[in-house]
């Protein structure tokens, strides 16, 4: 069955064809790691991970490299402003080694969070700093040198930015102008520290003393580590505009060559909140802490993430998210069900009519939202337990639910706010279970009402009994 992605820099539709017959060789860039990543970056690598599980599904050993910046990332995505890990250490009156491995440590925590599969590898920028270095020199050909540092004159490669959007000077129009800047365009290849001043994370290199541009250190890791050419590249969209573009510059002046490093760019859309808490600069901004502290299963994230395509903007709010959380639980419920009922029945032959259109609609650019309702049809229709609840797990190797261990009971998150603890509600439920058997509804009745106060939802007659009543 084929495999169809949609090419950023084609612009359509291709069919998968892998440089290296069976493999896959995948490149996602990673976070900065000055602060705790909010639940729009993390959307990002819920759709490299579905594609690299889309891929295995295919047949293809998969190696997936993420990359961690931990140096060079100014504060302006563009290329100008302060490197956000020094200005992080400055903030806090931390080592910007320990801000660095406090914020590594949390973005693992989200990735196991959300279920995502861990890469091949994780590249550190700090770890390449010499392999960077020697890429600089194999470009200077391409570059300039300032006071201010090494620059890459975009006018020297083919079509330079054909990967973003913009066909005016929209990009452009977000870098900074530095004083001696032969383009717009032109971007930083290593930045010289100014006179005086000392930075933390700064090398030595035949530019002055200074630390790599944020756009060098992808296409020295994904060379390293994948090879060039390799197969697939992904990013958030804001990428598309300038932080790729440069990647491909520096990658084609590399190899003295048109090709762009990657022969396949893939996307994905933002995550909008219109209450404005996506961005971390606005401040109060959301992380998957935030939805855990107010009772949210991080995986009803990761379900909400599903349910829109990945190339299409997806709006944030508590109705969807909570939308997204009962789904959940239902699939769960009926998960458990089957569970119940698979070895009580038996074996049918499985009919595999919604696994291959499954693999069909992920096969078709990674049409998630379709899988979806594919899998629950086969969680809810007819035939034997046994065979329902393997297709069910079949299905949901490509959207990471974790269907087939997870119970309901783990979907219960107390919220952070919450006044009452679980062992204190399961004694309250056993004084009122014996108020209904001494036919003392009333005192029944006002246990209830007092457990709703709390925050509690009592479910008479389901198993699960009670969960937490959110209010989101």
């Known amino acids: 069955m084929t495999l169809k992605l949609y090419n950023s820099l084609t612009r359509g539709l291709e069919t998968f064809q892998p440089i290296h017959e069976g493999e896959a060789r995948v490149y996602t860039c990673g976070p900065t790691v000055y602060n705790y990543q909010h639940i729009g970056n993390m959307r990002a690598f819920i759709f490299a991970d579905t594609l690299g599980r889309v891929l295995k599904w295919h047949g293809y050993d998969l190696t997936h ?47 196991r969070r959300l279920n995502i599969t861990q890469p091949a590898e994780w590249t550190v920028a700090t770890d ?59 971007f930083a290849i290593w930045r010289t520290s100014p006179p005086g001043e000392q930075r933390q994370m700064e090398w ?47 990658n084609q002046a590399f190899c003295a ?7 396949i760019w893939m996307h994905n859309n933002f995550l909008v909140d219109r209450g404005g808490k996506m961005s971390k600069s606005a401040g109060g901004f959301l992380t998957l802490q935030t939805l855990v502290d107010a009772g949210v299963h991080p995986l009803a994230y990761r379900l909400l993430c599903l349910q829109a395509h990945y190339r ?28 119940e009922r698979h070895d009580a029945e038996p074996r049918g032959t499985l009919d595999v009519t919604e696994v291959a259109a499954a693999r069909e609609a992920v096969g078709d650019d990674l049409n998630t939202a379709r899988v979806l309702v594919l899998l629950e049809t086969v969680v809810s229709g007819k035939g034997h337990a046994a065979d329902r609840l393997l297709a069910a797990r079949k299905i949901d190797r490509v959207l990471g639910l974790r269907l087939a261990m997870i119970t309901r009971d783990e979907l219960r998150v107390r919220p952070k706010d919450a006044t009452i603890d679980e062992d204190a509600i399961e004694a309250r439920l056993d004084e009122r279970k014996a108020a209904r058997v001494a036919k003392d509804f009333a005192r029944s009745d006002a246990i209830r009402d007092e457990l709703a106060a709390a925050g509690v939802e009592v479910m008479d007659g389901d198993p699960l009994a009670w969960e937490w009543k959110l209010d989101l």
């Open 65 to 111: 490299i993420i990359n961690i910046t931990d140096v060079g990332h100014l504060t302006s995505d563009a290329d100008a402003g302060e490197d956000k890990m020094e200005r992080a250490a400055a903030q806090q009156a931390k080592s910007i080694w320990d801000i660095a491995a406090h914020y590594t440590d949390a973005f693992k925590r989200d990735v």
């Open 204 to 250: 030595d290199s035949p530019w002055g003393k200074g630390a790599p541009g944020w756009h060098l250190e992808c296409s020295v890791m994904s060379h390293a580590r994948l090879g060039h050419p390799f197969d697939i590249h992904t990013g958030g969209i804001d990428h598309r505009e300038i932080h790729h573009p440069n990647e491909i510059a520096q």
């Open 312 to 339: 299409s903007e997806l709006e944030f709010t508590w109705d969807n998210l909570a939308a997204a959380l009962t789904r959940l639980k239902r699939l769960v419920q009926a998960v458990e069900k089957l569970r």
């Open 128 to 186: 390449y700093v010499p392999q960077m270095i020697e890429f600089a020199k194999a470009i200077e050909g391409d570059c300039y040198q300032l006071d201010t540092g090494l620059y890459f004159d975009t006018s020297k490669v083919p079509n330079y930015g054909s990967l973003a959007r913009a066909v005016s000077d929209e990009g452009e129009s977000r870098i900074d102008p530095v004083d001696g800047k032969r383009n717009a365009a032109d």
């Open 257 to 263: 060559c048109d090709d762009p490093g990657a022969r």
